[in-house]
């Protein structure tokens, strides 16, 4: 940040102005007097041009004006990101949730039409980034439910207890200890198949009512954005809530990744 603000004021039309300005005021200085060192001329002309570079660089406004373009940019950056999760989320979502995608874009769309059209400040511009963030986490961890739900409804646990089922009746009948043993071995396996999965489900129902807390949450936020009432406390709530989905999302990540063959 601070190298893409040095460079900012380096090629600030101002100081470019006056470094071009100075560097004609040396040429004919030079041409009139014969007698002066050209490097003394253009080295005169080069203090000038550092003396308007360090009067920016120590100027507020020049540094607000800086921050606040740095913000639109990421602003527009973290818009993009959201634009491209819900293009590949849609994907994976059935009618129910596409119609929660769809709200909480449209509840996005007016925080960032509200940020371009309101006044600014650091505060609002801090929120609304946030609110953005949370915006682009609720959409990744609404995909990854989506997948992982799929997923487990796909999952034939009768089948899974069927085999507890032989296999217990199976106990009854064999002698061999070896045998016994292995049939014991299996049976627990797939009882904890069972319970993993049931479990799973359980969260999963918790990890939809998280994903609608943070849709009201982003619409509370919306309206808080819209009608300037920013406040600190607003951005410790929002770090709360992405903490949370962010934790969430991983959670979900590591089960998909390391899901449970049947």
């Known amino acids: 940040m601070k190298l893409k603000l040095f460079l900012s004021a380096v090629f600030r039309f101002r100081n470019i102005a006056i470094l071009l ?32 570079l ?11 004006k800086f921050n606040h373009k740095q913000k639109v940019k990421q602003i527009q950056n973290l818009n993009f990101i959201c634009l491209r999760l819900s293009s590949e989320a849609k994907r994976h979502l059935n009618t129910a949730q596409n119609q929660k995608l769809r709200k909480i874009m449209e509840d996005k769309d007016d925080i960032v039409n509200s940020f371009f059209r309101g006044e600014r400040s650091f505060l609002k511009e801090k929120v609304v980034e946030q609110t953005l963030n949370l915006v682009a986490s609720y959409i990744r961890l609404l995909m990854n439910y989506a997948i992982r739900s ?3 409804e796909e999952m034939d646990i009768s089948e899974v207890a069927n085999r507890i089922n032989l296999n217990t009746r199976k106990l009854n009948f064999e002698k061999d200890p070896s045998r016994l043993d292995d049939l014991r071995k299996v ?76």
């Not at 360090?54 to 607000?64: A, I, K, P, S």
């Open 54 to 64: 360090v009067q920016t660089l120590t100027n507020r406004e020049f540094h607000e």
């Open 187 to 262: 049976i627990d396996m797939d009882q904890k198949i069972i319970t993993t999965l049931k479990e799973e489900k359980k969260n999963l129902e918790g990890i939809s009512a998280k994903l609608d807390y943070m849709s009201s949450a982003v619409n509370m936020f919306k309206h808080q954005i819209m009608s300037s009432i920013e406040s600190e406390d607003m951005l410790e709530q929002l770090q709360t809530v992405l903490n949370e989905a962010e934790a969430l999302d991983n959670v979900l990540y590591e089960r998909r990744k390391n899901r449970v063959k049947l």
């Open 21 to 52: 300005l100075a560097l004609g005021a040396a040429s004919i200085v030079l041409e009139s007097f014969s007698g002066i060192s050209p490097w003394a001329a253009y080295l005169v002309s080069l203090s000038a041009y550092v003396a308007s």
């Open 150 to 152: 799929k997923e487990l």
